[in-house]
């Protein structure tokens, strides 16, 4: 008798999320294996003197670029911003960019505005950057060099290895502009090493704390200094997977006006880190809880946010500008658990697609 | 027989906040009397080579720097920036301030880390600039020079006329320091003749328009350039006095990620405008609508959008970066007759003061 033909498996809802998500530690390593690369691009922005560094990309890309404001604050102490691709690209008559590094930031390497403007900043004599998960992408040709994040091929549309390798990789760009790349490289090094467990553990603990959320329409999102990109980064994950109305704030925002909105069924995700901004973000942690408002604590300082409902700490790294790597993790994995509890597939948000090809 | 003692009569709903939106034209008058100074500011950058802009300043304050973004980028076309203010306050090892022109944005000159943070670029050798409505504040006298908003007093909780001048202000700045500060102040007072018909008339006109919303929680208000201000001001205004979760997104935002959660309760404001973001914008809207998203339309352009279920159209500016000051308009006055029609008080946010003096 022939064996009966086996049918192809029926897909598990969010299963490339989930796999994406497991896979992130590895994608750390793999990226570090181009270390003399990044050290490269670190000595050519000295030998340039472009030291202010532009960075341009859309959705978690762009997340991650408010972490290269820090990190490129903090280790070289050089001014970076999320530049107005509108300016350059839409009115083509921004700012001079003759003196500046760009760095680009896109998954694949195709989204049309990044490319137009580092083809018109290098044009204008910048020194541009790519860093992308596709080496052979229009990006990767349009800019004078190029970082791979070696994150291997992400296919779930909502990003997560990708994300955290553009952290690894501003981070260790900044490290080796500071003279301190191979130190950084041994943190991130690190940093991999605890966040496998951390997953491992999260994947089991958090689908019995999301369950609470499913009837959730809206959320804050707050997080301050390097963790302003983990608070943006959830807050999309959860637009995206869940539908739920996550906006993303610093601490000092959510004081400035949006508390005003807070009620029981509005709760506020907390990202408290211990680093220099911790006071300020246990400061506005305590009034939206006076507001009424629901509070949800992750990070390393978790534990520090008195009356939090729902409390998911993430492990110290050996330095603190770290933490961002580990603390979206469990962001991630609540996006994957609430969608799933919600009857949605993480793996295919509603009307998106994976490369955005929009003006 | 003496006459019954009359008792101070009961404030109505609003009455402020709809004064001081009233009072919009005017402030942007006053504020011109003031040129003379934003020439001499605009000169000391120049003679100081100080043409790296970063603005600092929370909540409305900092919605109008993203304006600054554009005014001076498009102006002088100079690089201005949202700085972090957590780098240079809180861990105390940022970028070197020097060589820059700090604009620190407070309508109450007493926002304590804006005022730290301008000690310290000042001490840094930045050039400091405070634009502020208490020329006698304490942020005043921490820079070097001060402009001042002259709107008169702001007693509603929720910021309208500073903001206005607060636009104003920037715009003047950056034109004086492209050498087009006449003609630019001369396009102010033409629009300041523009609100004010436009106030009246949306006064009448939006309560019915805004009825419909009663039971909205969730808004995303789409706007690009210097119109990405007005999305952001707007959406403050609706979470401060209507407590809808309303999140500011630029066009190409909303298409990479947040247009997953639409549905025909999340409505979409667009804020379409007559220049060069028209395309991006209109492209978006027309993506949100085939995701099911109801569309509001607001803007010199409101009637370039397709199947909006609400249209608020402005006048054209006679200068196009001028329109930011009319169609801010629309959506104060939303969140007025919008707040009044849920019962709420616009004068009276739940939990806000009028300072905040938060970390």
């Known amino acids: 008798l022939a064996a009966e033909p086996s049918s192809s498996p029926e897909p598990v809802a969010g299963e490339r999320f989930l796999a994406e998500i497991r896979e992130q530690p590895d994608a750390i390593r793999s990226m570090l294996a181009y270390d003399r690369e990044f050290a490269l691009v670190a000595r050519t922005m000295h030998e340039r003197g472009a030291s202010l560094v532009r960075m341009v990309g859309h959705g978690s890309s762009d997340n991650a670029a408010s972490y290269g404001v820090y990190a490129f604050g903090l280790l070289p102490r050089w001014t970076a ?144 200094g390097p963790e302003f990109a983990t608070a943006r980064e959830i807050a999309l994950k959860l637009l995206e997977t869940c539908r739920i109305a996550a906006e993303p704030l610093t601490s000092t925002d959510l004081v400035h006006g949006p508390i005003a909105a807070l009620d029981s069924q509005f709760p506020v995700w907390t990202i408290a880190s211990d680093d220099e901004t911790l006071p300020g973000v246990l400061d506005a942690a305590e009034r939206a809880r006076a507001a009424g408002g629901t509070l949800v604590a992750s990070g390393t300082a978790a534990h520090r946010v008195e009356g939090a409902s729902c409390v998911v700490p993430v492990p110290s790294p050996t330095l603190s500008l770290c933490s961002p790597l580990l603390s979206v993790a469990p962001g991630q994995l609540f996006a994957w658990a609430l969608a799933r509890a919600k009857g949605l597939d993480p793996d295919r948000p509603n009307g998106l697609t994976k490369i955005t090809l929009a003006r």
């Open 81 to 224: 911003l999320r530049d107005s691709i509108t300016l350059t690209v839409y009115f083509r008559r921004g700012p001079d960019l003759s003196g500046s590094t760009v760095v680009a930031l896109s998954q694949s390497g195709q989204t049309p505005d990044v490319v137009d403007y580092v083809e018109r900043a290098r044009a204008a004599g910048a020194f541009t950057v790519a860093i992308t998960n596709d080496p052979s992408s229009e990006l990767a040709s349009a800019a004078e060099a190029m970082l791979p994040l070696a994150a291997g091929e992400e296919q779930a549309v909502a990003a997560t290895k990708t994300y955290v390798n553009q952290l690894a990789a501003l981070g260790l760009l900044a490290a080796h502009a500071a003279g301190r790349g191979t130190e950084f490289g041994e943190h991130l090094r690190a940093t991999a090493d605890r966040l496998a467990p951390l997953i491992d553990e999260l994947k089991t603990r958090i689908p019995a704390l999301a369950l609470p959320f499913a009837f959730v329409g809206r959320m804050f999102v707050i997080g301050r």
